[in-house]
């Protein structure tokens, strides 16, 4: 069965400082990619999708993704946090036929401080 | 953007009971819904997939009698929670997409159930 793996469950950074969140899948078919935020008493929110066309897509807030296809990853980054990026952070992966449904990481609970 | 609300936002029932959980997508419609559980620290696992005017597809290991989904029109899907159990305890949420597709879900708030 498809998987979808974060390998950082919490992670702590001062503000600033860079940020790279991992993401891998298993499946060897066609995938859609999403990174969603879900910042605290809030719903999730998308922060960035790719579909096809260029790997590295950008999304708010200054984030970008960069699918690297031959890794099965999509890792997202951001090269400056910012006390309000923290967040829980969840990829998600839609799988070919799989009629538009997602298939969600862990999580990855980011806390940035001052 | 495409906003999806939730009602109730959280809810507290004894056990035996069941429980409506409203899914609505307020300024789009949306043919299809997803409805997700989520357990504290842990990601959103998928329970089914509501199509408006057809059957629920459910996820293998949910229990469609236990776990009503009605998508009577495009822009609302319901999840009742039939005779509810502490173990059904858990925070549910829904997404929608719109008719133009994209692949995009747009999530609600969530609803918090607690069965005493």
């Known amino acids: 069965a498809q998987s979808v793996s974060q390998h950082n469950h919490h992670v702590i950074l001062s503000e600033a400082a860079s940020l790279e969140l991992g993401c891998n899948y298993s499946?060897?078919?066609?995938?859609?990619l999403f990174w969603y935020v879900q910042y605290p008493g809030q719903h999730l929110q998308l922060l960035l999708k790719?579909?096809?066309?260029?790997?590295l897509v950008k999304g708010i807030k200054g984030f970008e993704a960069e699918f690297i296809k031959s890794k099965f990853s999509f890792n997202l980054r951001k090269p400056s946090v910012q006390w309000s990026d923290t967040a829980e952070y969840f990829c998600a992966v839609g799988f070919t036929g799989g009629g538009n449904k997602l298939t969600f990481g862990t999580g990855t609970q980011l806390k940035v401080e001052l | 953007g495409a906003v999806v609300s939730q009602h109730p936002s959280w809810v507290i029932c004894k056990s035996g009971t069941s429980v409506k959980i409203e899914c609505r997508s307020l300024d789009f419609q949306a043919t299809t819904m997803f409805w997700y559980r989520q357990f504290p620290k842990q990601s959103l696992m998928l329970m089914a997939t509501s199509n408006e005017g057809s059957k629920a597809t459910y996820e293998q290991g949910v229990e469609k009698d236990k776990f009503l989904i009605n998508h009577a029109s495009l822009t609302l899907s319901t999840l009742t929670v039939t005779s509810a159990h502490p173990e059904d305890s858990s925070f549910y949420i829904c997404?929608?997409?719109?008719?133009?597709?994209?692949?995009?879900?747009?999530f609600g708030p969530g609803t918090r159930l607690t069965v005493l």
């Open positions: 997404s929608a997409i719109g008719l133009a597709g994209g692949g995009e879900q747009f």
């Open positions: 790719y579909f096809s066309g260029d790997p």
């Open positions: 499946y060897g078919g066609t995938v859609n």
